[in-house]
């Protein structure tokens, strides 16, 4: 059984879905790193948070995840778990480029290229199906660039600088 000083709260489980025990879960924000990293679901019971293996895991484009979980196979024990927090260790959360916990926090960051140089300063992240966007803003020029982790190089939290490597043609996509 983990502590809470170990893990960071992501969601809540809203509701059962098929008839295998699938949940349904809402994030609190997006996860920032790919979720075929993630192995465990760690959710909170009355006996505290108790870790869950995933079988599958989906992403959907409004905010919430599908997943089936290895003990959880029917629909009665899946609606055991309706309304309960879900939680990540900090580890999957604070590990490289994946430090941020929420994309809002990337506004105010330099974007820099590999080959390009300075791009600009983030000024929100957009969240549209299927791909969110990072809005960088030079001067008059403002630029949408998909956030992927492929992407990213590095990220300097304490100069708010967020190092990345386009490919080639992608930012003439945005003139």
């Known amino acids: 059984m983990l502590d809470h000083s170990d893990c960071s709260r992501i969601g ?6 098929g008839f295998s025990g699938e949940l349904l879960v809402s994030l609190e924000s997006p996860l920032p790193f790919p979720t075929e990293k993630l192995q465990f679901l ?6 505290g948070i108790i ?14 995840i599908s997943v089936s979980l290895t003990d959880v196979r029917t629909v009665e024990q899946a609606k055991k ?3 309960c927090p879900v939680y990540l260790e900090k580890k999957y959360l604070e590990s490289g480029e994946t430090a941020l916990r929420h994309l809002e926090d990337l506004s105010g960051y330099q974007v820099m290229d590999l080959n390009d140089g300075l791009l600009g300063v983030i000024t929100e992240v ?3 199906p299927g791909q969110d966007l990072l809005k960088i803003v030079s001067g008059e020029r403002e630029i949408l660039v ?10 300097q939290e304490e100069k708010k600088i967020l190092h990345v490597s386009l490919p080639e043609g992608l930012l003439d996509l945005n003139q």
């Open 146 to 155: 998909p956030l992927t982790e492929e992407y990213i190089t590095g990220l």
């Open 126 to 128: 957009l969240r549209w």
């Open 42 to 47: 760690l959710v909170e019971l009355e006996d």
């Open 81 to 83: 778990l309706n309304g």
């Open 51 to 64: 870790p869950f293996h995933i079988r599958e895991l989906e992403q959907l484009a409004s905010g919430m």
């Open 12 to 17: 809540k489980v809203r509701k059962t879905t």
